[in-house]
């Protein structure tokens, strides 16, 4: 087939790079992608998956969790300037957690003369003509780039593909313009080849040496990691050097992915603990750790040694992230773990003094108890009586996805969680990322079964009558698990901090927090093609799951609604 359009050559080129999904949310700027699709499919042309996307900030936490799941970008097509607005809090989690997106944007087009050229049209046409529609992403994406012209076309695919994939990875914003798109594409010396996406950057040995000789000479190490885990390498590595070198593992604050099973001895997912522990500790290991501790919780010792590991240590995004580090390497975390591991295991061999004392902590340790702390299964349900109920229904390999913002140390500490990738969240503060993320998830792991656990907010957040729809539509089913606490406790929470002898404080209630007219959630549940139930008994919760769960191993998503009273 000869390619008609660049539209057409945009489709393939994308699927030459690997991009597997493209969602779309059109407009009257994608009208060439559209065709191109049909054109390209119908003359058995290779070119993506085409999901129809409802609204943008779910398709994009769907391909940013499609991302964590495979290290693959794919391309999220929007509308103009107010699609880019509508990517929302969800650009601002790809930043933070440094996953590989493509996102393809209209552009009014140039030409005023209505007909084949692609020109203007329309009234909205003038109005979406806007200074600078790039600089509504601008602080958030790593590349910025207009198509202007055909025969740019595949250096500026190419180029987005291998900028998003390279590490640390990041947002690709690419503009184009229907008239553009409507133009003959010039395919002479088009190529797909040569973008070489950069490798993780290694440790260098002495630096690997540095940092295991202090594991080996400390009294009270920890290690502090919020995306180790990512990988399976890494889940193991972390696992391979707690277990050498006793060493505690913490790193919650982040909605991250699980960096070590909830049952090893030397998980330490209690906060409290966790802050005592870095407070005590002569040396500390930080492993892509964005927030590794709260300083009003933690005083950190006068002979402390903090180092930092990290595919961006300096963490230039972050203006004042100024955490006092003794010596920083940029470097691939996991990889950097299982080096450490190897360094510390040679120096153990060699030196028996040291193999006694990390067995003598590694065995003062496993004495910790250890595992998720369980909760009755009768009487009112509490956020960790619903992860008790879950680890009776859900299996080792469902995939779990953690957006309880104020009830997440219930998801950390009750809920049993023994394998790499079956944990995760978006790993930054934009809520409404756990529903959009499910479906990608589910997309790039549809063997798996994925369950969502959500406060009543975020739910709000993830525009649940899109998500839950195209759901529908990909026939990505998942299960959603509600902690329904009445509103924004994550809002009221601080008022009562500041002011814990003011009015909000003695009322037990903060302005503008408390649902009085929520969604009766089942039924917007049903209204989506969806299964939906509430709960609020604790003996009613696990009949309700495996009901809940049978509907999505049946192929519809579900939602069960736990109401959790809280403060």
């Known amino acids: 087939m000869k390619l008609k359009t660049t539209a057409e050559h945009l489709v393939s080129l994308l699927a030459a790079h690997g991009v597997e999904y493209l969602f779309l949310n059109p407009g009257t700027d994608t009208a060439p992608v559209q065709e191109a699709v049909y054109s390209l499919a119908e ?137 553009v798109l409507m133009d003959p594409p010039r395919l002479e010396a088009s190529r797909v080849s040569g973008f070489a996406v950069a490798a993780s950057p290694a440790p260098a040995p002495a630096a690997v040496e540095r940092i295991a000789a202090a594991l080996a000479a400390a009294e009270a190490p920890v290690l502090v990691t919020s995306r180790a885990g990512r990988t399976a390498e890494g889940f193991a590595a972390v696992e391979a050097l707690a277990d050498l070198a006793g060493l505690p593992v913490t790193g919650r604050l982040e909605s991250g992915p699980v960096n070590i099973s909830s049952r090893h001895p030397m998980n330490m997912p209690d906060q409290a603990e966790a802050a005592a522990a870095i407070s005590a500790a002569d040396v500390i290991l930080v492993v892509e750790s964005d927030v590794p501790w709260l300083p009003a919780t933690v005083t950190l010792r006068a002979d402390v040694q903090v180092f930092h ?51 003598d902590r590694v065995a003062r340790l496993r004495e910790r108890p250890a595992g998720p702390k369980q909760q009755p299964d009768s009487g009112p349900l509490t956020p960790l009586g619903v992860m008790s109920a879950l680890n009776q229904v859900i299996d080792a390999d469902d995939i779990v996805i953690e957006e309880a913002v104020t009830n997440a140390a219930a998801v950390y500490q009750g809920l049993e969680r023994t394998r790499p990738g079956t944990l995760t969240g978006a790993a ?24 969502a656990v959500t406060g009543d907010g975020a739910f709000l957040f993830g525009v649940p009558t899109s998500a839950l729809m195209m759901a529908a539509e990909w026939g990505t089913p998942f299960l959603t698990v509600i902690l329904n606490n009445n509103g924004y406790r994550a809002s009221r929470l601080p008022v009562y901090g500041l002011f814990p002898d003011g009015v909000s404080a003695r009322r037990g209630d903060a302005a503008g927090t408390r649902f009085t007219r929520a969604p009766d959630y089942p039924a917007l549940a049903a209204a989506c093609h969806a299964y939906g139930e509430r709960v609020e008994k604790a003996e009613d919760l696990v009949p309700a799951l495996r009901r809940a769960l049978a509907a999505v191993d049946g192929g519809q998503a579900a939602v069960i609604e736990c109401v959790v009273e809280q403060d």
Do not use: C
């Open 43 to 179: 003359a058995g042309l290779p070119a993506p998956t085409v999901l129809l996307s409802t609204f943008e900030s779910v398709s994009l936490a769907a391909a940013h969790a499609y991302w964590k799941m495979t290290g693959r970008p794919q391309a999220v097509f929007v509308h103009v300037d107010a699609g880019t607005q509508n990517l929302g809090a969800m650009v601002h989690n790809v930043l933070r957690d440094r996953a590989g997106v493509v996102v393809i944007a209209g552009k009014t087009p140039y030409g005023e003369e209505d007909g084949p050229s692609g020109g203007r049209n329309r009234p909205i046409q003038w109005q979406q003509d806007v200074p600078d529609q790039p600089g509504i992403i601008r602080g958030y994406a790593k590349w910025i780039q207009e198509i202007t012209r055909p025969e740019m076309l595949d250096r500026a695919i190419g180029r987005a593909v291998q900028v998003a994939a390279s590490s640390p990875a990041g947002l690709a914003y690419l503009t184009v313009s229907r008239d």
């Open 309 to 359: 590991v990290d595919p961006d240590p300096a963490k230039a995004s972050m203006p004042l992230w100024s955490y006092p580090v003794d010596f920083a390497v940029q470097a691939d975390g996991p990889a950097a773990l299982a080096a450490i591991a190897a360094g510390l295991a040679a120096i153990a061999d060699g030196e028996p003094a040291v193999a006694r004392r990390l067995a």
């Open 428 to 451: 930054a503060p934009g809520l409404g990322w756990a529903l959009g993320g499910s479906l990608g998830v589910k997309l790039a792991r549809p063997d798996r079964r994925v369950i």
